[in-house]
């Protein structure tokens, strides 16, 4: 499930805020699809590929093998097998998001339920590590941007205070001239004006300072992925039907053939008609479960 989190665009946009002006507002939560989408990226799925996980060889020994080495990834060098590598994950995996909740499901299947769980953790501690190193490298180019910032606005200030103070220095008594009091008024707005910016400034430096340190996942893992206590089933529906329907052909070609040898049986057109008919289901059928 994604979480919110504050970005530069808001740390400014509040800044000019304070200062009477807006500029729009950036949200820095990704949306649950752009998740969805990152599973599937070639940055993820190379990370997945190349790391090693258990799998149970064929005498019940459990040894640790890289995911192209498990499944045997063809190709002529590194880069094809790789590429082969990602494509057969990318087939194993299944993942959905729910926009009431904005959570994003996903699920690997693979001939081994531990592999397939491995797997599973693998991608998504994949995504919370980019997703980690991404608003640490944004968390230190708002920290370095606002370092300037600061350095400058508070030479700014000191400029304000000093021209302020020599006012004071040169005019004690400006009270009672309205040219020195409306001059006088005009600096300590000034010096104000520019203390506000400093002092917001600096706390957007600080709050960037503590982000990028900050490891507080923007993922909260709902379901922690599980070795599955059984296997999946493997097309128990799709051969219960296939098999329905081939007795039934096997039976109706058995009779047609039957009745091929009395030309004169009266049912002969109509068991064509129905065989006619049980090709044509079946056609329909074979595309149709195959895509399901």
């Known amino acids: 499930m994604t979480q919110g989190s504050t970005s530069q665009g808001q740390v400014l946009a509040g800044l000019a805020g304070q200062l009477g002006f807006s500029i729009p507002r950036t949200e820095n939560a990704e949306s649950p699809e752009f998740y969805q989408a990152l599973l599937t990226s070639r940055e993820i799925l190379e990370t997945v590929v190349r790391r090693s996980y258990s799998v149970q060889s064929d005498d019940g020994i459990w040894v640790q093998q890289t995911l192209l080495e498990i499944i045997e990834a063809e190709g002529t060098n590194d880069a094809e097998k790789l590429a082969n590598g990602i494509e057969w994950l990318k087939g194993a995996m299944t993942s959905s998001v729910n926009r009431h909740t904005t959570i994003v499901s996903l699920s690997v299947k693979t001939h081994q339920p531990r592999l397939s769980q491995e797997l599973t953790a693998a991608l998504l501690e994949a995504v919370e590590i980019f997703n980690l190193q991404t608003r640490l490298t944004q968390a230190h180019a708002e920290r370095e ?140 059928l074979l595309p149709h479960r195959r895509g399901a």
């Not at 900050?214 to 379901?223: K, S, W």
């Not at 039934?248 to 047609?256: E, Q």
Request: proline letters at 4%.
């Open 145 to 284: 941007f606002l370092e300037e910032r600061v350095a400058a606005a508070e030479e700014q200030l000191k400029g304000a205070e000093a021209v302020l103070q020599r006012f004071l220095q040169e005019n004690r008594q400006f009270s009672n001239s309205p040219e020195l009091t409306f001059q006088f008024d005009r600096l300590q707005r000034e010096v104000a004006m520019r203390q506000q910016i400093y002092t917001a400034l600096m706390d957007a430096f600080e709050q960037a300072r503590i982000r990028e340190i900050h490891d507080i996942p923007l993922l909260t893992v709902l379901e922690h992925p599980i070795e599955p206590p059984f296997r999946a089933a493997r097309g128990t529906v799709l051969k219960g039907e296939l098999g329905m329907v081939f007795g039934v052909v096997a039976g109706l070609l058995l009779i047609f053939l039957r009745a091929q040898k009395g030309q004169q049986d009266p049912d002969v057109e109509s068991l064509r008609r129905e065989w006619k008919e049980v090709k044509s289901d079946l056609r329909r």
